[in-house]
């Protein structure tokens, strides 16, 4: 009987072979069915694979070696509960995106760009999950980036994209380096690549300080974290809505996941001012993230940047588990942790549901700038309910999914009293101050995305025009949109699923929530406190069908539609509608004057001229300007002086390596 | 060993460093490419007395290879192409010769500094050779970089890889298939430069590797 990892495996593999399928038919008209068909199918059962093994015994599970890789090592693969969930993750997301691309796909101008790198991408994803040795998880993950920078490039063409792979090339290569040195410094002076050989031994303080700091570089700049987050707004919209939604859902996931592999599972016991750090990137993240957010106008870029406030409340919840874990306070740390997963399936739900309503947006109008959408709920009623559920749930709204594993990270938050060190004890509830903040900011942020996209009057032609998407787009959303409904009001069953996950990273679980009442959950104690989604669920529902009654019943029948005040003014457009711009316009000047070092300038003419009055808004990349603009200048300059290098004679160039041997040969010499 | 092979030893090798110098001064192409021949019967003496005293007779086989290609075939070989092709014979030099012998005699100090250094336990026998190598080595790229002429350049390239046979029949134990197949390609080489040699000289009437130079645009 073969053993789950190796069917893992084979599933793995056939994604391959549907890559290289794809290469072969990918120019004819059938292709798109036949790759997404595959791809469908072999995520679902890998899913349900996962699941088995998330909710079975995995410790059960016995690893495979495969004779690949470096040959004295082999390639080692292993499923614990925490890539089991991880598992999940993935290949649920791959399962809907699938799904959606065989409707989306149709639309895809340039198939044979997409179709083999699709299923490559998802391989990639699972196997860096799977991975258990430091070779086989760099070579994955690299196998990872490098087939989501070919799906980034799919559209090259058009402007800027190619300046977003390029972006993206060069921090993923450096995040890459940055694990590299990471497991360098695990894997000792011996050079033991596997997992199991890094958790056994015990690194030094420094080199697990430095081996932290080095994941928080490499992962996070998968994920997002502020300052590396600049590709991931570029990079997740260039590509096709579905894979933009696997990118944004998934694969900071997979991000999240090395650094919980390496930080919880192969470092032991962590340090208590790792949970500060973690905790301070975290806030800041998930603050900034939501504020780049709200002054963008492109809807897709607005996701990518939501995508980044969402990395940062989950570190920030990592955090939080790591300075309970530090300070041997299980059951918080568990409460933390579990929070931190839960908001990874959540995010995984919701962001991928809001692409691919970016993407119905962008295939009915294509359109992608807020500015210029309006008024879709007439045109596309189904697509805009959907997308207002995922605006609802990423609002962190009951009765939805993100408002429990927000609610969980509060929970958490609260418990930090006990914790002994001064430092944390006013680190944290500062944290929970920016958490709460972003969750406010995020709520206007969607508010804005629906709004300006969906309500409203059209504010261009082809918005007029647009149909509502395929039936295939729609099945993939509407099985989101019940997912973010169904773990909002079934949390216990979500959180009693990550038990064995917390159990094996810090040794601890929540209590038994499926056991409580009425599906409510208890993270401690009935008396601090508890949730039920289902009843906040039926209350809405019940007075929400109450009110609905009261005024279909009661009010008058009569349909009126009225001219809109126009502020007396005579020819009201669409386009003196309120935009985007300025609805984010109040958010922009509290905090626009720090974080973006926004001005506004008034151009009045004088009295008497006809030239109209001008208010332009300046707002600067913070982050790109002190942080990538030095690096940027300093390798352009050394790259000019270096230029010359290329122009020498034939004599100079000898000369040079000569002087160069000479060196050397004096350094050996005089050395002491 | 006793004293007398291992004088013998001493100074062929040495003899070969000397006549690396004469490289360094020499101004006309004639008695340069002398010069090497000079360098290569040096070398095959040497290589000779190696084979005698290690008492391994693929040496002298080595030692055959180098009288006859690198002290007759390529000489020849060289004054042939250089009456054919009818260049100016007078060497233009980058760096003075004076500049340049005491450059060499610093290289050769170096050399000797960093080989005795670095290798304490060794035979001193294949200690003193290794020695002398790295500076007909290094001396011979100075020979290639202080010329502006494509041939002597080749000729220098040519002794660095006298060198590199001393060297390697200083170390026992060497397999024959190795000289060969370095002996080999060091013909090739010849060939192959013989050919672009005469390519340089139809496009610009000249083997001065400045040519090229001016014809890429270039200062120089």
Known sequence: MTSIVALLLWGAAAFLGTAMLAVAVSRRGSATHLVYGATLGISAVMFAIATAALTGDPAGVSPVTLPLGLPWIGAHFRLDALSAFFLVVVNLGGTVASLYGLGYGHHEPAPHRVLPFF??????????????????????????????????MAHHREQDNTRAGYIYLVMASFGTLALLLAFGLLAGPDGTYTFDAMRAAEPSRFAAAAALVLMLLGAGSKAGLVPLHVWLPLAHPAAPSHVSALMSGVMTKVAVYGFLRVVFDLLGEPAWWSGVVVLFLGGLTAVLGILYALMEKDLKRLLAYSTIENIGVIFVSLGLALAFKANAMPSAAALALTAALFHVLNHSFFKSLLFFGAGAVLTATGERNMEKLGGLIHRMPLTSFVFLVGCVSISALPPFNGFVSEWLAFQAILQSPDLPQWGLKVMVPAVGGLLALSAALAAACFVKAFGITFLGRPRSAAVEQ??????????AMFTLAALCLLAGILPGLVIDGLSPVTLSLIGSRMPVQMAQPWLSIVPIAESRSSYNGLLVFVFIAISASLAAFVIHRFASHALRRGPAWG?????????????????????????????????????????????????????????????????????????????RLQFLTIRR???????????????????? | MNGLTFDIAHLLAGGLVLVSFMMLYQDRLFALINVFAL?????????????????AHHLYVTAAIALIFKAIVIPVGLHRIIQRIGIHRDIETAVGIGPTMLAGIGLVALSMVLMLRVTPEADPLAREDLAFALSIILLGLLVMVTRRNAVSQVVGFMSLENGLVLAATGAKGMPLVVEISVAFSILIAFIVIGVFLFRIRERFDSVDVGALDDYRGERR
């Open chain 1, 119 to 152: 299923p490559a991408f998802l391989a990639g994803m699972n196997m860096v999950v799977l991975a258990d040795d430091a070779f086989t998880f760099l070579l994955s993950w690299e196998f990872m980036s490098l087939a989501s920078w070919a799906l980034v």
């Open chain 1, 466 to 475: 647009a149909q509502e998407v395929d039936r295939y787009a729609l099945a």
């Open chain 1, 567 to 643: 502020c007396g003014f005579p020819d009201v457009t669409p386009a003196a509608q309120y935009t985007a711009v300025s609805f984010a316009q109040p958010i922009r000047r509290v905090f626009g004057t720090f974080a973006f070092r926004a001005r506004e300038k008034v151009e009045m003419p004088p009295p008497g001229a006809t030239a109209p009055a001008r208010l332009t808004v300046e707002i600067h990349d913070v982050v790109w300007e002190t942080f990538y603009q030095p690096i940027t200048g300093a390798v352009g300059y050394a790259t000019e002086k270096l230029n």
């Open chain 1, 653 to 672: 160039y000898l000369t040079l390596v000569f002087l160069y041997l000479v060196t050397l040969l004096l350094v050996l010499a005089l050395w002491p």
């Open chain 2, 39 to 55: 360098h290569a019967v040096v070398l095959a003496l040497s290589v000779a007395w190696q084979a005698y005293v290690q008492d």
